[in-house]
């Protein structure tokens, strides 16, 4: 075990004493990364575009206690428009839309492209799926939020600039597209059942409408409530009149008992009340009756009032839902419209050779300390 252990330390030993250590370490990695980044790497153009997913409520964000009660669930979450149309564009279905437009996993897995940023150099597994989860967002796409403003950052990368600058147009349309379509789900799904209330109220006014029509067209009667007035007020006359008679053959009766004029003043007396009771039997005791179709008529034009209010409150609470969904739809509002690269963005030579050098410097320095703390506990 001695021997083993001493065998390592003169290893280490052999390689941290000398001169070439820190060049194999640091200054060949180093290297390396420079002539990869003049000379292999594919050079990559990007192309950006800035847009804003607003609503009319002019509520672009909320922030403070209101932003906790929306993570709670407290507050209607009306400003999530910028997040759903992030998670749409690194979705699936939009992937598959771009390549259906672009052949994006084709172009990526091409040989044009260096075998470091080529889409599965090795043909180990050129599925769909890897290709969502391992490359698209981040060596396709790129998609950020600003949260101060809410403004989406939309960039592709590629060699030929035209192809990047076709793709970030291509996709500004499509989230235009997108935006409408979820903005008419939403209001179709919402409006619907407000607009189901006012159907269900304009067929309770229909139907009570037949009703009514159909029991004026029995009845042979077209206002009963107006005919049992008119009835009741001729009653109220005759009755006047009987009672002026009834006075008349009382005072003639006491003064002359015998006077001739009481027999007719008698027959008036009783053609009145005929009168008096054939107005009434028209009024409750006929089959035919006017009074219990006035009731009737009056209880049915209750219920249409009632249920007129009732349609008016739907309308009313419709328009208001309708209004209120427009001012929370949402609309594209471009920032910065995508345009064709001059230059190439990637390789950035200089940050990456830097990083290599400080990354393989660490390395080295971390080796080496640690081969000083192992060879002063031996020497102890």
């Known amino acids: 075990m001695y021997e083993t252990y001493d065998i390592i330390l003169y290893r280490m030993s052999r ?3 000398a001169k070439w250590s820190f060049i194999i370490m640091v200054i060949l990695p180093t290297l390396i990364t420079l002539f990869y980044n003049l000379f292999i790497a594919t050079p990559f153009y990007h192309s950006e575009a800035k847009l804003m997913v607003k609503s009319l409520s002019g509520q672009d964000s909320l922030s403070g206690f209101a932003g906790v009660l929306r993570t709670i669930g407290i507050i209607e979450p009306t400003t999530l428009g910028p997040y759903v149309v992030l998670d749409y564009l690194t ?3 939009f992937m598959f839309a771009l390549d259906k437009q672009f052949s994006i996993k084709e172009r990526y897995s091409s040989s044009n492209i260096d075998v470091l940023q080529r889409f599965d150099p090795l043909k180990i597994d050129p599925s769909y799926e890897n290709f969502y989860r391992n490359f698209y967002v981040g060596n396709v796409i790129n998609v950020k939020i600003n949260p ?19 793709l970030a147009e291509w996709t500004l349309n499509e989230v235009e597209i997108f935006v409408n379509k979820v903005n008419e789900r939403a209001y179709e799904t919402k409006l619907k059942y407000f607009v189901n209330q006012v159907q269900e109220s304009r067929e309770k006014v229909k139907n009570l409408a037949d009703r009514i029509k159909n029991f004026l067209k029995s009845t042979n009667i077209v206002a ?33 008992p015998d006077n001739p004029r009481l ?37 049915l034009k209750m219920e249409m009032q009632i249920l007129q209010k009732e349609l008016e409150v739907n309308i009313a609470s419709l328009i208001q839902a309708a209004n209120q969904l427009r001012l929370q739809q949402f609309y594209v509002e471009r920032v910065e419209n995508p345009r064709v ?18 990354i393989a410097f660490a390395i080295w320095g971390i080796i080496a300390v640690l081969y000083s703390g192992v060879r002063e506990h031996a020497g102890k």
Not at 151 to 164: M, Q
């Open 224 to 256: 009963p409530e107006q005919q049992a007035g008119a009835i009741l007020q001729t009653v109220v006359k005759l009755q006047e009149q009987l009672l002026l008679k009834q006075l008349e053959f009382a005072r003639i009766q006491s003064v002359a």
């Open 15 to 17: 390689i941290f004493t």
């Open 341 to 358: 690269a001059d230059a190439p963005v990637e390789p950035r030579i200089f940050r990456n050779t830097l990083t290599i050098f400080a």
């Open 148 to 166: 101060n403003n809410s403004i989406i950052t939309v960039s592709f990368r590629y060699p030929d600039p035209e192809y990047s600058k076709s």
């Open 263 to 299: 027999e007719e003043i008698k027959r008036e007396i009783d053609s009145l009340q005929r009168a008096i009771q054939t107005n009434m039997n028209k009024l409750a005791r006929e089959k035919d009756a006017i009074g219990p179709s006035a009731v009737e008529m009056e209880l």
């Open 91 to 93: 979705s699936r279905d």
